[in-house]
């Protein structure tokens, strides 16, 4: 599919609509918007938009519609599938300026917020009233909340809390033709007519863009202890996860970090105080963090993961209780991938299987990679069976890294798959994952896809190149 190539009078139009200052051509700013965090890709929009209002994307929209543009949805650009990259060119639309809470309901629970809000900044908005967004990707400290419904995101916590889906209740949305459409409801339960709410979540920007969002809050836990359980074998690591949760404790995070992993990040602080000297004979971490509102129940439950794993590792465990040593552990938990990228591009891959294939998917991950001769680091949320596996380009030549790396993907997805996992977990389908997606679905659930997809956004204008193999 060809799109227009933007002209004059299509940015006279834009500088009409948003004012002069957030119609963007300037080459640095539109190299910025070439990326995101995926591998070393880059594709250049034509423009930068920056609407601060829906009534600007709704006209945005409905032009670029009209005259064959392209739109390409752009949170805060920390992806790993490459959704926000232009990949045909045409509009970066960039939601940084919808940057609003617009209210906390205190009484029901609630937050309704425009979708530039950094993640973390709404979690602490809505601590300070006792009441808690539990989804916390890693990325939370940059990535947006409209980014996070638009990929389906988890994190750390979802082993107890869930991904975004069970949080969102309804959307402000705006179609590809410019049309403004309500989904869902500001009530807890809702069984009136298909869940459209939830065919958006998750849909990439390739459906709609999310311009306003009401999320389901819970009640703040007050108390929280963090536990740092060294293995020397990464299989009795991994064996460990399903041991835990059948002892019946729910963990508030369940995190799997292999040695090579917790060493890059402890070295990529190194200059900060976080550094911690990872001794040779450890294969593995877990990170296994409870959740309550009472620090003896939290301390028994401790004891019973300890008693629990006994038999998997003899090494000592530490207990974080305050603040500032959990922080530190969980800063190198969620550093891994930035520390990881400072030496070597990689490919991630978002493996996701039932819980108990955990152990056999990290040996496949570790004997396809020998097979094809590339390095994998392992890390990930073990507590939901979902690995991220980086595979490093280092040590590969061009060739290598095109060609064989590849048939070892295909490969690790083609055992998740029938394993009764799937490709992608959290990170979406994007741009990189895309022609894996068969190994997924047949022709005709991809067929029934595509054509939901047609129903949207007849035209293809948003976020072409996405999801779909070409
Ligand atoms: C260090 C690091 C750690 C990470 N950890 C995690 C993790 O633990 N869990 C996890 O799930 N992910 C994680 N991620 C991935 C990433 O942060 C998430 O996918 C995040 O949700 C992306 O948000 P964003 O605002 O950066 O979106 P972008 O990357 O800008 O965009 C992502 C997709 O959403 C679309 N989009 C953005 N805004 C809108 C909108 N308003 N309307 C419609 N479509 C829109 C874009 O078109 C694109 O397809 C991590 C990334 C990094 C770099």
Known sequence: MSFKVIEKKDLDFFNKILGGNFVVTDPEMLKENSHDETEDLSFFPEVILLPHKTAEIQKVLS????NNICVTPRGAGTGLSGGAIPFKGGVSLD???????????????????????????????????GLFYPVDPASRGSCFIGGNVAENSGGPRAVKYGTVKDYVLGLEI????????????????????YDITHLIVGSEGTLAVITEITLKLIPFPKKRLLMSIPFTSEENATKAVNVILKMGVIPSALEFMEREALKR??????????????PERIEAHLL???????????????????????????????VAELKQEQDKLWKLRRVIGEAVKMGSIYKEVDTVVPRSILPALLLMVKKIGEKYGFKTICYGHAGDGNLHVNILKEGLTDLEWSAEVPKGIKEIFQFVVEMGGTISAEHGIGLVQKKYIPIVFSTETINLMKSIKNIFDPKGILNPGKIWPD
């Open 265 to 278: 990040s402890s070295e990529f602080l190194k200059e900060s105080s976080v550094y911690i000297e990872v």
């Open 174 to 193: 705006v179609l590809s033709d410019g049309k403004i459409i309500r989904t869902g409801t500001r009530t807890l339960k809702d069984a009136t007519g």
């Open 95 to 129: 939601m940084k300026r919808m940057n609003r809470i617009i209210n906390i309901d205190e009484e029901n629970f609630q937050v309704i917020t425009q979708p530039g809000v950094i993640t973390e900044e709404l979690q602490n908005a809505v601590e300070e009233k």
């Open 63 to 66: 032009y670029c519609n009209e």
């Open 288 to 318: 296994v963090e409870v959740d309550g509102n009472d620090t003896d129940d939290l301390y028994n439950e401790a004891e019973v993961i300890t008693e629990a794993i006994s038999s998997l590792t003899e090494e000592d465990i530490a």
